[in-house]
């Protein structure tokens, strides 16, 4: 798969490494594009965006609403994945800023219900960790082959369910800040 993510923090850099390392064609959309050397390559917003399939946004949340914005046209038909949190908002996710900036656009909520440490590295204690994640039902198999390629465990709540993986993502942090701020701790979901 062609994936452009666009940010090269904590998250947009750990699932770059890790979906190339898993043999997709990955290219990291930045501000500052660079030679990245042995890691994927590191080009401009339009250039990772215009190139791809599906599209990760990793980009703080504040940062959204210009990103979408300035390049629309080439964000038109693909797969958006929204890996942003925003909280000091009502809404923690982009759904809406997506729809309005680029109504074409299909919108999957996915990788950012753990930290990224859990991205780095998705077993804990010998078991994967569980990535909660909502989109089209057309998308799901492309969703749960990403999730997969990190080593993640798939676990799909359904179309247009950003709120419920929205309080998932609320659990992991109550969990994270009630165990004296572990974040290496994440979900297993019984039964799926
Ligand atoms: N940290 C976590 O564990 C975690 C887990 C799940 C989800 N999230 C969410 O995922 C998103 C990224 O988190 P992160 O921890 O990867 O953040 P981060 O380390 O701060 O990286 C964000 C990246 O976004 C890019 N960017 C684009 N516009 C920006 C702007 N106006 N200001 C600053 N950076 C800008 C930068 O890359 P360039 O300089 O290359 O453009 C930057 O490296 C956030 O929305 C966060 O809430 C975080």
Not at 4 to 25: F, M, P, Q, R, S
Not at 42 to 61: E, F
Not at 121 to 133: M, N, R, S, Y
């Amino acid at each position: 798969m062609r994936i452009a993510i666009i940010g090269t923090g904590n998250v947009g850099n750990t699932l770059a490494v890790a979906l190339a390392k898993a043999g997709h064609d990955v290219n990291l959309g930045s501000r500052d594009p660079h030679d990245a050397g042995d890691g994927p390559p590191v080009v401009d917003v339009a250039t990772a965006v215009a190139d791809s399939d599906v599209a990760l946004l990793a980009v703080p949340p504040e940062a959204v609403d210009n990103l979408l914005t300035t390049h629309a046209g080439l964000f038109a038909d693909t797969l958006i994945i929204d890996a942003t949190n925003r909280f000091d908002g009502p809404v923690a996710n982009a759904s809406a800023a997506v729809a309005a900036a680029v109504p074409t656009a299909r919108y999957a909520r996915a990788f950012n219900t753990l930290g990224w440490e859990n991205f780095a590295e998705p077993t804990i204690d010998g078991e994967q960790a569980d990535l909660v994640f909502s989109c089209p039902l057309g998308d799901r198999a492309v969703l749960e082959e990403l999730i997969t390629a990190v080593g993640l465990r798939p676990a799909y709540v359904g179309e247009n369910m950003q709120s419920v993986v929205d309080g998932a993502l609320m659990l992991w942090f109550a969990l994270v800040q009630a165990n004296g701020g572990n974040r290496r701790l994440a979900f297993r979901i019984l039964g799926v």
